[in-house]
Protein backbone atom coordinates (compact mmCIF):
# COMPACT_ATOMS: atom_id res chain seq x y z
CA UNK A 1 0.00 0.00 0.00
CA UNK A 2 1.20 3.28 -1.49
CA UNK A 3 1.43 6.68 0.69
CA UNK A 4 0.62 9.41 -1.43
CA UNK A 5 1.06 12.74 -2.09
CA UNK A 6 -1.14 15.71 -0.93
CA UNK A 7 -2.82 16.73 -3.76
CA UNK A 8 -5.28 19.80 -3.16
CA UNK A 9 -8.29 17.64 -3.32
CA UNK A 10 -7.10 15.71 -0.06
CA UNK A 11 -6.07 19.08 1.58
CA UNK A 12 -8.76 20.42 1.35
CA UNK A 13 -10.98 17.88 3.09
CA UNK A 14 -8.39 17.95 5.56
CA UNK A 15 -8.61 21.51 6.34
CA UNK A 16 -12.42 21.09 6.52
CA UNK A 17 -12.06 18.81 9.53
CA UNK A 18 -9.67 20.78 10.80
CA UNK A 19 -11.61 23.84 10.92
CA UNK A 20 -14.77 22.47 11.74
CA UNK A 21 -13.11 20.98 14.44
CA UNK A 22 -11.76 24.47 15.55
CA UNK A 23 -14.89 26.20 14.87
CA UNK A 24 -13.42 28.86 12.29
CA UNK A 25 -14.90 28.88 8.71
CA UNK A 26 -11.44 29.79 6.92
CA UNK A 27 -10.51 26.89 5.52
CA UNK A 28 -7.12 28.03 3.90
CA UNK A 29 -6.69 28.89 7.62
CA UNK A 30 -6.86 25.63 8.91
CA UNK A 31 -4.55 24.62 5.84
CA UNK A 32 -1.79 25.98 7.25
CA UNK A 33 -2.29 24.82 10.44
CA UNK A 34 -1.30 21.02 8.60
CA UNK A 35 2.11 22.39 6.56
CA UNK A 36 3.72 20.74 9.05
CA UNK A 37 6.49 18.37 8.91
CA UNK A 38 7.19 14.81 11.28
CA UNK A 39 10.00 12.31 11.73
CA UNK A 40 10.18 8.73 12.36
CA UNK A 41 12.97 7.50 14.54
CA UNK A 42 13.18 4.16 14.89
CA UNK A 43 16.03 1.94 16.39
CA UNK A 44 17.88 0.19 13.20
CA UNK A 45 17.63 -3.60 14.54
CA UNK A 46 13.94 -2.96 15.35
CA UNK A 47 11.37 -4.42 12.44
CA UNK A 48 8.69 -3.90 15.18
CA UNK A 49 9.24 -0.75 15.62
CA UNK A 50 9.73 0.03 11.70
CA UNK A 51 6.39 -1.43 10.86
CA UNK A 52 4.73 0.83 13.49
CA UNK A 53 6.50 4.11 12.18
CA UNK A 54 5.30 3.01 8.70
CA UNK A 55 1.62 2.35 9.78
CA UNK A 56 1.50 6.00 11.24
CA UNK A 57 3.49 7.24 8.26
CA UNK A 58 0.21 5.47 6.09
CA UNK A 59 -2.56 7.49 8.29
CA UNK A 60 -0.67 10.84 8.67
CA UNK A 61 0.52 11.60 4.85
CA UNK A 62 -3.13 11.56 4.16
CA UNK A 63 -3.32 14.67 6.72
CA UNK A 64 0.00 16.44 7.03
CA UNK A 65 2.49 17.95 4.68
CA UNK A 66 5.56 15.67 5.41
CA UNK A 67 5.84 12.47 7.69
CA UNK A 68 8.82 10.46 6.71
CA UNK A 69 11.67 8.25 8.63
CA UNK A 70 14.25 10.23 6.93
CA UNK A 71 14.84 13.49 5.13
CA UNK A 72 13.66 15.82 7.50
CA UNK A 73 16.33 18.42 8.47
CA UNK A 74 14.08 20.85 11.24
CA UNK A 75 11.07 18.86 11.74
CA UNK A 76 7.90 20.57 13.82
CA UNK A 77 8.08 17.08 15.90
CA UNK A 78 9.83 14.17 16.14
CA UNK A 79 8.36 10.96 17.27
CA UNK A 80 11.02 8.26 18.50
CA UNK A 81 10.15 4.55 18.56
CA UNK A 82 11.56 2.43 20.92
CA UNK A 83 15.38 2.42 22.56
CA UNK A 84 16.80 5.37 20.26
CA UNK A 85 17.76 8.23 20.81
CA UNK A 86 16.45 11.05 19.78
CA UNK A 87 18.20 13.15 16.16
CA UNK A 88 17.00 16.11 17.49
CA UNK A 89 17.75 18.32 21.16
CA UNK A 90 14.29 16.15 22.35
CA UNK A 91 12.69 19.14 23.13
CA UNK A 92 9.98 18.81 20.83
CA UNK A 93 9.88 15.11 20.82
CA UNK A 94 6.90 11.86 21.30
CA UNK A 95 8.18 8.97 22.64
CA UNK A 96 6.58 5.74 22.13
CA UNK A 97 7.07 2.46 23.79
CA UNK A 98 5.17 -0.97 23.02
CA UNK A 99 5.26 -3.34 25.93
CA UNK A 100 3.04 -6.84 26.00
CA UNK A 101 0.54 -5.06 27.93
CA UNK A 102 0.10 -1.91 26.61
CA UNK A 103 1.35 1.39 24.66
CA UNK A 104 2.84 4.42 26.28
CA UNK A 105 2.86 7.51 24.29
CA UNK A 106 4.12 10.60 25.60
CA UNK A 107 6.66 13.49 25.62
CA UNK A 108 8.98 11.88 28.26
CA UNK A 109 10.86 8.48 27.85
CA UNK A 110 9.61 5.72 29.19
CA UNK A 111 10.52 1.93 29.21
CA UNK A 112 12.55 2.56 26.28
CA UNK A 113 13.17 -1.70 24.59
CA UNK A 114 12.67 -3.01 21.48
CA UNK A 115 9.30 -3.57 20.91
CA UNK A 116 7.35 -6.65 21.20
CA UNK A 117 6.18 -8.69 18.20
CA UNK A 118 2.68 -7.83 18.44
CA UNK A 119 -0.71 -8.70 15.18
CA UNK A 120 -0.57 -6.08 13.00
CA UNK A 121 -4.51 -5.23 13.94
CA UNK A 122 -3.17 -4.07 17.59
CA UNK A 123 -0.39 -2.50 15.98
CA UNK A 124 -2.23 -0.61 13.52
CA UNK A 125 -4.61 0.62 16.88
CA UNK A 126 -1.31 1.45 18.84
CA UNK A 127 -0.29 3.42 14.70
CA UNK A 128 -4.20 5.37 15.20
CA UNK A 129 -3.01 6.77 18.86
CA UNK A 130 0.00 7.31 18.10
CA UNK A 131 -1.33 9.81 15.12
CA UNK A 132 -3.76 11.38 16.89
CA UNK A 133 -1.12 12.35 19.78
CA UNK A 134 1.15 13.72 17.13
CA UNK A 135 -1.93 15.67 15.86
CA UNK A 136 -2.49 17.35 19.29
CA UNK A 137 1.03 18.57 19.36
CA UNK A 138 1.51 19.43 15.96
CA UNK A 139 -1.81 21.58 15.88
CA UNK A 140 -1.87 23.01 19.11
CA UNK A 141 -5.45 24.70 18.83
CA UNK A 142 -6.82 21.12 18.80
CA UNK A 143 -8.24 21.41 22.38
CA UNK A 144 -9.20 17.89 23.20
CA UNK A 145 -7.65 16.54 26.44
CA UNK A 146 -4.60 14.23 25.77
CA UNK A 147 -3.36 12.53 28.75
CA UNK A 148 0.65 12.81 29.01
CA UNK A 149 1.58 9.93 29.06
CA UNK A 150 -1.57 8.29 27.28
CA UNK A 151 -1.29 4.10 28.28
CA UNK A 152 -3.08 2.24 26.02
CA UNK A 153 -4.47 -1.18 28.09
CA UNK A 154 -4.50 -3.88 25.61
CA UNK A 155 -6.93 -5.68 27.82
CA UNK A 156 -9.21 -2.92 27.87
CA UNK A 157 -10.15 -4.02 24.06
CA UNK A 158 -12.30 -7.38 25.48
CA UNK A 159 -10.89 -9.87 24.04
CA UNK A 160 -8.55 -12.56 23.99
CA UNK A 161 -4.94 -11.05 22.22
CA UNK A 162 -4.21 -14.80 22.13
CA UNK A 163 -6.56 -15.45 19.39
CA UNK A 164 -4.75 -13.38 16.79
CA UNK A 165 -2.74 -15.64 16.03
CA UNK A 166 -5.30 -18.22 15.26
CA UNK A 167 -7.27 -19.32 12.36
CA UNK A 168 -10.41 -17.12 12.03
CA UNK A 169 -13.88 -18.54 10.18
CA UNK A 170 -15.85 -15.54 8.76
CA UNK A 171 -18.04 -17.90 6.85
CA UNK A 172 -19.90 -16.12 3.66
CA UNK A 173 -20.20 -12.53 5.00
CA UNK A 174 -21.27 -8.90 3.20
CA UNK A 175 -19.34 -5.86 3.20
CA UNK A 176 -21.87 -3.18 2.94
CA UNK A 177 -19.67 -0.01 2.11
CA UNK A 178 -15.55 0.46 0.20
CA UNK A 179 -15.31 3.48 1.86
CA UNK A 180 -12.94 4.72 4.24
CA UNK A 181 -14.14 2.19 7.10
CA UNK A 182 -14.38 -0.65 4.44
CA UNK A 183 -10.81 0.12 3.42
CA UNK A 184 -9.86 0.39 6.62
CA UNK A 185 -11.07 -2.46 8.25
CA UNK A 186 -9.27 -4.55 5.73
CA UNK A 187 -6.02 -2.80 6.38
CA UNK A 188 -6.41 -3.74 9.87
CA UNK A 189 -6.98 -7.68 9.78
CA UNK A 190 -4.17 -7.83 6.87
CA UNK A 191 -1.88 -10.24 8.35
CA UNK A 192 -4.47 -12.29 9.78
CA UNK A 193 -5.07 -15.73 9.34
CA UNK A 194 -8.87 -15.19 7.81
CA UNK A 195 -11.17 -17.05 6.15
CA UNK A 196 -14.14 -17.29 4.63
CA UNK A 197 -15.94 -15.57 1.72
CA UNK A 198 -16.10 -11.86 1.45
CA UNK A 199 -18.63 -10.16 -0.72
CA UNK A 200 -17.58 -6.33 -1.09
CA UNK A 201 -20.41 -3.91 -1.81
CA UNK A 202 -20.79 -0.82 -3.22
CA UNK A 203 -21.86 1.37 -6.12
CA UNK A 204 -19.63 4.02 -5.93
CA UNK A 205 -16.24 5.12 -8.00
CA UNK A 206 -13.19 6.28 -6.37
CA UNK A 207 -12.86 10.51 -6.24
CA UNK A 208 -9.95 12.38 -5.47
CA UNK A 209 -10.94 13.78 -2.31
CA UNK A 210 -11.11 9.70 -0.80
CA UNK A 211 -7.38 9.68 -0.92
CA UNK A 212 -7.93 11.88 2.31
CA UNK A 213 -8.92 8.63 4.19
CA UNK A 214 -9.62 5.46 2.02
CA UNK A 215 -6.29 3.67 2.69
CA UNK A 216 -5.73 1.05 -0.26
CA UNK A 217 -6.57 4.24 -2.79
CA UNK A 218 -3.84 6.16 -4.72
CA UNK A 219 -4.27 8.91 -7.35
CA UNK A 220 -4.42 6.05 -10.26
CA UNK A 221 -7.85 4.48 -8.68
CA UNK A 222 -9.30 7.97 -9.22
CA UNK A 223 -12.79 7.14 -11.28
CA UNK A 224 -12.63 3.47 -10.71
CA UNK A 225 -14.82 1.39 -9.12
CA UNK A 226 -14.32 1.34 -5.39
CA UNK A 227 -15.32 -2.25 -4.87
CA UNK A 228 -13.49 -3.42 -7.30
CA UNK A 229 -10.18 -1.54 -6.75
CA UNK A 230 -10.78 -2.41 -3.16
CA UNK A 231 -11.02 -6.10 -3.81
CA UNK A 232 -8.10 -6.66 -6.09
CA UNK A 233 -5.33 -4.39 -3.83
CA UNK A 234 -6.39 -6.66 -0.80
CA UNK A 235 -7.02 -9.64 -2.23
CA UNK A 236 -3.10 -11.12 -2.25
CA UNK A 237 -2.84 -10.27 1.44
CA UNK A 238 -5.92 -12.43 2.52
CA UNK A 239 -4.86 -16.06 0.98
CA UNK A 240 -7.41 -17.66 2.56
CA UNK A 241 -10.42 -15.14 2.03
CA UNK A 242 -11.84 -15.04 -1.10
CA UNK A 243 -13.28 -11.23 -1.72
CA UNK A 244 -15.98 -10.70 -4.08
CA UNK A 245 -15.90 -7.39 -5.86
CA UNK A 246 -20.32 -6.50 -6.09
CA UNK A 247 -20.69 -3.26 -7.91
CA UNK A 248 -24.14 -2.77 -6.75
CA UNK A 249 -26.47 -1.80 -3.79
CA UNK A 250 -26.98 -3.99 -1.42
CA UNK A 251 -30.97 -4.55 -1.80
CA UNK A 252 -30.47 -4.59 -5.47
CA UNK A 253 -28.10 -8.04 -5.12
CA UNK A 254 -29.58 -10.71 -7.48
CA UNK A 255 -29.68 -13.15 -4.74
CA UNK A 256 -31.53 -10.58 -2.55
CA UNK A 257 -34.81 -12.30 -1.43
CA UNK A 258 -37.62 -12.83 1.33
CA UNK A 259 -35.77 -16.05 3.12
CA UNK A 260 -33.01 -15.82 5.73
CA UNK A 261 -30.33 -14.85 2.20
CA UNK A 262 -28.29 -12.58 4.61
CA UNK A 263 -27.00 -14.11 7.46
CA UNK A 264 -24.12 -11.79 8.24
CA UNK A 265 -23.53 -8.07 7.45
CA UNK A 266 -20.82 -5.84 8.05
CA UNK A 267 -21.91 -2.12 7.65
CA UNK A 268 -19.78 0.52 6.77
CA UNK A 269 -22.00 3.32 5.05
CA UNK A 270 -21.46 6.90 5.70
CA UNK A 271 -25.49 7.27 6.14
CA UNK A 272 -27.78 7.33 8.94
CA UNK A 273 -30.30 6.76 6.61
CA UNK A 274 -28.80 4.34 4.42
CA UNK A 275 -28.12 2.12 7.75
CA UNK A 276 -31.97 1.83 8.72
CA UNK A 277 -32.67 0.84 5.27
CA UNK A 278 -30.31 -1.86 5.10
CA UNK A 279 -31.60 -2.91 8.57
CA UNK A 280 -35.51 -2.55 7.59
CA UNK A 281 -35.25 -4.19 3.59
CA UNK A 282 -32.35 -6.46 4.15
CA UNK A 283 -33.02 -7.75 7.61
CA UNK A 284 -29.77 -9.55 8.13
CA UNK A 285 -29.52 -11.91 11.19
CA UNK A 286 -26.39 -10.75 12.15
CA UNK A 287 -24.76 -6.80 12.10
CA UNK A 288 -21.39 -5.39 12.81
CA UNK A 289 -21.06 -1.76 12.76
CA UNK A 290 -18.93 1.26 12.60
CA UNK A 291 -18.86 5.00 12.69
CA UNK A 292 -17.29 7.97 12.58
CA UNK A 293 -18.74 11.66 14.07
CA UNK A 294 -16.06 14.24 12.17
CA UNK A 295 -13.20 13.69 13.82
CA UNK A 296 -14.52 13.17 17.45
CA UNK A 297 -15.84 9.81 18.24
CA UNK A 298 -16.04 6.48 16.51
CA UNK A 299 -19.22 4.24 17.32
CA UNK A 300 -19.14 0.38 17.54
CA UNK A 301 -22.40 -1.48 17.21
CA UNK A 302 -22.91 -5.31 17.24
CA UNK A 303 -26.11 -7.57 17.31
CA UNK A 304 -27.38 -10.59 16.52
CA UNK A 305 -31.36 -11.28 15.53
CA UNK A 306 -33.70 -12.32 17.22
CA UNK A 307 -32.91 -9.57 19.73
CA UNK A 308 -34.50 -8.08 22.94
CA UNK A 309 -32.20 -4.89 22.50
CA UNK A 310 -31.24 -2.22 19.81
CA UNK A 311 -31.14 -3.22 15.93
CA UNK A 312 -29.25 -0.96 13.99
CA UNK A 313 -32.33 1.61 13.02
CA UNK A 314 -32.49 1.78 16.73
CA UNK A 315 -29.29 3.00 16.82
CA UNK A 316 -29.35 5.31 14.03
CA UNK A 317 -32.68 6.42 14.67
CA UNK A 318 -33.79 9.71 12.27
CA UNK A 319 -32.79 13.00 14.28
CA UNK A 320 -33.59 16.82 13.55
CA UNK A 321 -29.87 17.45 12.75
CA UNK A 322 -29.95 14.51 10.09
CA UNK A 323 -33.53 16.15 8.82
CA UNK A 324 -31.99 19.61 8.53
CA UNK A 325 -29.11 17.86 6.52
CA UNK A 326 -31.00 16.49 4.14
CA UNK A 327 -32.91 19.62 3.37
CA UNK A 328 -29.62 21.15 3.01
CA UNK A 329 -28.23 18.64 0.51
CA UNK A 330 -31.49 19.06 -1.58
CA UNK A 331 -31.43 22.91 -1.20
CA UNK A 332 -27.91 23.00 -2.59
CA UNK A 333 -28.36 20.37 -5.27
CA UNK A 334 -31.56 21.79 -6.09
CA UNK A 335 -33.79 18.51 -5.81
CA UNK A 336 -36.84 18.19 -3.71
CA UNK A 337 -36.30 16.84 -0.19
CA UNK A 338 -37.91 13.42 -1.00
CA UNK A 339 -35.55 12.78 -3.55
CA UNK A 340 -32.66 13.30 -1.02
CA UNK A 341 -34.28 10.62 1.33
CA UNK A 342 -34.66 7.83 -1.34
CA UNK A 343 -30.53 8.06 -0.93
CA UNK A 344 -29.68 7.23 -4.83
CA UNK A 345 -29.75 10.05 -7.83
CA UNK A 346 -32.32 8.90 -10.16
CA UNK A 347 -32.40 10.16 -14.04
CA UNK A 348 -35.24 13.54 -13.24
CA UNK A 349 -32.64 14.71 -10.61
CA UNK A 350 -29.06 14.34 -12.36
CA UNK A 351 -30.69 16.35 -14.72
CA UNK A 352 -31.81 19.24 -12.17
CA UNK A 353 -28.70 18.91 -10.57
CA UNK A 354 -26.53 18.97 -13.86
CA UNK A 355 -28.46 22.31 -14.59
CA UNK A 356 -27.38 23.54 -11.21
CA UNK A 357 -23.87 22.89 -12.08
CA UNK A 358 -22.87 22.25 -15.66
CA UNK A 359 -19.02 22.85 -15.04
CA UNK A 360 -18.99 19.99 -12.92
CA UNK A 361 -21.44 17.50 -13.75
CA UNK A 362 -19.96 15.52 -16.97
CA UNK A 363 -23.45 14.02 -18.39
CA UNK A 364 -26.51 13.35 -15.95
CA UNK A 365 -25.00 9.12 -16.61
CA UNK A 366 -22.42 10.21 -14.36
CA UNK A 367 -24.45 10.88 -11.70
CA UNK A 368 -27.45 8.67 -11.58
CA UNK A 369 -27.28 5.59 -9.22
CA UNK A 370 -25.19 7.81 -6.85
CA UNK A 371 -25.81 8.73 -3.48
CA UNK A 372 -26.88 12.57 -2.66
CA UNK A 373 -24.75 13.02 1.21
CA UNK A 374 -21.41 10.93 -1.51
CA UNK A 375 -22.27 13.66 -4.55
CA UNK A 376 -22.36 16.43 -2.26
CA UNK A 377 -19.38 15.48 -0.09
CA UNK A 378 -17.58 15.56 -3.49
CA UNK A 379 -18.42 19.08 -4.52
CA UNK A 380 -17.51 19.99 -1.11
CA UNK A 381 -14.10 18.23 -1.32
CA UNK A 382 -13.47 19.89 -5.06
CA UNK A 383 -14.03 23.37 -3.36
CA UNK A 384 -17.29 24.02 -5.75
CA UNK A 385 -19.78 24.59 -2.42
CA UNK A 386 -19.28 28.02 -0.81
CA UNK A 387 -17.58 27.74 3.25
CA UNK A 388 -20.93 27.85 4.63
CA UNK A 389 -22.66 25.27 2.48
CA UNK A 390 -19.38 23.03 3.20
CA UNK A 391 -20.05 23.16 6.71
CA UNK A 392 -22.97 21.14 6.90
CA UNK A 393 -20.58 17.81 6.12
CA UNK A 394 -17.28 16.88 7.39
CA UNK A 395 -15.35 13.82 7.07
CA UNK A 396 -12.78 13.07 9.85
CA UNK A 397 -8.89 12.76 9.18
CA UNK A 398 -7.35 9.17 8.22
CA UNK A 399 -6.38 8.36 11.36
CA UNK A 400 -10.30 8.62 13.01
CA UNK A 401 -11.74 6.29 9.92
CA UNK A 402 -8.76 3.75 10.37
CA UNK A 403 -9.63 3.57 14.20
CA UNK A 404 -13.27 2.66 13.30
CA UNK A 405 -12.18 -0.10 11.03
CA UNK A 406 -9.74 -1.58 13.64
CA UNK A 407 -12.21 -1.44 16.13
CA UNK A 408 -14.93 -3.08 13.64
CA UNK A 409 -12.27 -6.05 12.68
CA UNK A 410 -11.79 -5.96 16.90
CA UNK A 411 -15.82 -6.65 17.03
CA UNK A 412 -15.68 -9.70 14.31
CA UNK A 413 -13.33 -11.30 16.15
CA UNK A 414 -14.76 -11.05 19.73
CA UNK A 415 -17.55 -12.97 18.24
CA UNK A 416 -15.85 -15.06 16.07
CA UNK A 417 -13.26 -16.61 18.31
CA UNK A 418 -13.15 -18.70 21.54
CA UNK A 419 -13.83 -17.26 24.46
CA UNK A 420 -14.12 -13.91 22.97
CA UNK A 421 -18.39 -13.70 23.45
CA UNK A 422 -19.12 -11.02 25.64
CA UNK A 423 -22.91 -10.68 25.06
CA UNK A 424 -23.14 -7.53 27.98
CA UNK A 425 -22.68 -4.85 25.43
CA UNK A 426 -24.09 -3.92 21.85
CA UNK A 427 -22.59 -0.54 21.64
CA UNK A 428 -18.97 1.04 21.93
CA UNK A 429 -18.56 4.21 21.78
CA UNK A 430 -15.10 5.17 21.17
CA UNK A 431 -12.84 8.95 21.43
CA UNK A 432 -9.79 8.31 18.83
CA UNK A 433 -8.31 11.18 21.26
CA UNK A 434 -8.28 8.85 24.66
CA UNK A 435 -7.80 5.07 25.16
CA UNK A 436 -11.25 2.94 24.35
CA UNK A 437 -12.14 2.32 28.17
CA UNK A 438 -14.92 -0.46 28.59
CA UNK A 439 -16.61 1.85 30.59
CA UNK A 440 -18.02 3.19 27.31
CA UNK A 441 -19.73 0.30 26.65
CA UNK A 442 -23.33 0.00 26.48
CA UNK A 443 -26.79 -2.63 26.20
CA UNK A 444 -28.39 -0.13 24.10
CA UNK A 445 -32.37 -1.03 24.29
CA UNK A 446 -34.90 -1.23 22.04
CA UNK A 447 -36.52 2.38 20.47
CA UNK A 448 -40.56 1.79 21.13
CA UNK A 449 -40.99 4.30 18.00
CA UNK A 450 -38.48 1.63 15.79
CA UNK A 451 -40.12 0.36 12.36
CA UNK A 452 -38.41 -2.49 13.51
CA UNK A 453 -38.79 -2.85 17.34
CA UNK A 454 -41.84 -1.74 17.37
CA UNK A 455 -43.37 -3.39 14.66
CA UNK A 456 -44.68 -6.47 15.94
CA UNK A 457 -44.96 -8.53 12.27
CA UNK A 458 -41.43 -7.36 11.90
CA UNK A 459 -40.43 -8.92 15.14
CA UNK A 460 -42.53 -11.92 14.05
CA UNK A 461 -40.55 -12.10 10.82
CA UNK A 462 -37.16 -12.36 12.15
CA UNK A 463 -37.96 -14.63 14.72
CA UNK A 464 -39.10 -16.68 12.13
CA UNK A 465 -35.89 -16.17 9.94
CA UNK A 466 -33.30 -15.72 12.35
CA UNK A 467 -34.52 -17.89 15.41
CA UNK A 468 -34.12 -21.41 16.51
CA UNK A 469 -30.17 -22.81 16.72
CA UNK A 470 -29.91 -18.75 15.28
CA UNK A 471 -31.65 -17.23 18.11
CA UNK A 472 -29.25 -15.47 20.94
CA UNK A 473 -29.75 -14.38 24.25
CA UNK A 474 -28.37 -11.48 25.58
CA UNK A 475 -28.99 -10.37 28.76
CA UNK A 476 -31.57 -7.86 29.75
CA UNK A 477 -31.75 -4.50 31.42
Known sequence: MSNIAIIPAVRHENARALASALGILETEQAAKLLDVSVLMTVPLDDPMATQLAQDVIALLSRTINEVALSGIASPTLEVVI??????GSG????????SSTHATIGSSPTNRNRLPIVASILRRLIACY????????VVPPLEFPLVDPLTLQFDSLGVDLSVLDEAVQLGKVYLAGAGAIGNALLWAMQGLNVSGELHV?????VEEGNLQRQLWFDND???????????????PYFPNLTLIPR?????????????????????????RRVRRRLQEEVLPGEIFDASTTDITEVVVHYHRQPTQHACLSCIYAEDAMEQEFEIHIATQLGVPVEKVRESLIDLEAAEAIARKYPDDISGTESIVGLAYDSLFKSLCGTGKLSREQESATVVPFAFVSALAGILLGFELLRRHTRGNHDQSFNYWKVSPWHTPFA??????PRRPD????????????LEELWGGDHALILPRN
Request: proline fraction near 4%; charged fraction near 25%.
Open 82 to 87: GDVDPC
Open 91 to 98: SNTLYVSV
Open 130 to 137: VSAAVMKR
Open 201 to 205: VDFDH
Open 221 to 235: DIGKRKCERLVEKAQ
Open 247 to 271: HSELQCLPEKNSGAWLAKLIVAVDS
Open 439 to 444: RNRRLR
Open 450 to 461: CVICGNPLAIAV
